[in-house]
């Protein structure tokens, strides 16, 4: 079974330029989470969908981020423009409402993402 | 509200050692709690969870954690060590019924020959 695929697995930009990180849940899973994982912050919450609607975007950082979800099997982060302080690892992560409720959630490998 | 707090950063053992991670919570209903286990350049899995079942959940690889309500705790353990042990370890709590998950800090485990 194919997991959660995240795309690019590296992405190295220099500071002002666009950055999109793309992610594909597991067929199914109905739940969509997207964080972001540093030395200093450990892994915070960005934002997560349930049936392609962003529920909860609170943990996204500024208006230089915006994530959507067109369909059921595709997601984009976007951030425009990119900073320095924006280098990180991020995740992707699915879910399905059966299992949600006891937290499991099935995670990419990640995109690391270095800004100059 | 919810939190969760790993104490220690880094645990080094010796392979064949006990392993001791620890975490607490807090949460003002019953928590659900997880560990999650992260290895080198990939994402975190699953390890072990307790959704109010039996306070002592097992996991895989050997892993268990004993749910202490009376302590608000949720400490990871492991009676031998081994090299392919060595990944960072997070805690993470929500709330019973749906909520989503909020992780701790993580706690890098170490094995030494």
């Known amino acids: 079974d194919a997991g959660v695929i995240q795309s690019p697995r590296h ?23 997207w964080y972001r994982q540093t030395m200093m912050r450990g ?23 915006s994530a959507k ?8 982060l976007k951030i425009q423009p990119s900073e320095p302080r924006d280098s990180a690892v991020y995740f992707c992560a699915s879910s ?17 993402l270095t800004v100059l | ?38 290895y080198p350049n990939q994402g975190l899995q699953l390890l072990l969870k307790y959704t ?4 002592l959940v097992k996991g895989i690889n050997g892993f268990e954690a004993e749910f202490k309500k009376s302590e608000t705790s ?16 997070f805690c993470a709590v929500s709330s019973s019924g749906y909520s989503t998950l909020t992780f701790g800090k993580g706690t890098m485990l170490l094995v030494s020959p």
């Open chain 1, 96 to 112: 399905s409402t059966g299992v949600l409720n006891t937290g499991e959630l099935f995670f990419g490998e990640g995109s690391r």
């Open chain 2, 74 to 89: 949720f400490h990871l353990t492991k009676p031998s060590a081994h090299m392919s042990d060595a990944a960072e370890y």
């Open chain 2, 1 to 38: 509200a919810q939190s969760v707090t790993q104490l220690g950063s880094h645990v080094s053992v010796s392979e064949g050692a006990l392993v001791l991670l620890r975490c607490n919570y807090s949460s003002s209903v019953p928590p659900y709690l997880f560990w999650y286990v992260q």
């Open chain 1, 43 to 65: 892994l915070e919450l960005l934002i997560y969908f349930n049936n392609n609607v962003p529920i909860d975007d609170s943990g996204m950082p500024e208006d230089r981020f």
């Open chain 2, 52 to 55: 109010s079942a039996a306070t």
């Open chain 1, 11 to 33: 992405e190295v930009t220099e500071m002002g330029q666009e950055v999109t990180l793309r992610c594909k849940p597991i067929s199914g899973h109905d739940y969509l989470f």
């Open chain 1, 69 to 76: 979800m067109p369909n059921a099997s595709f997601s984009t």
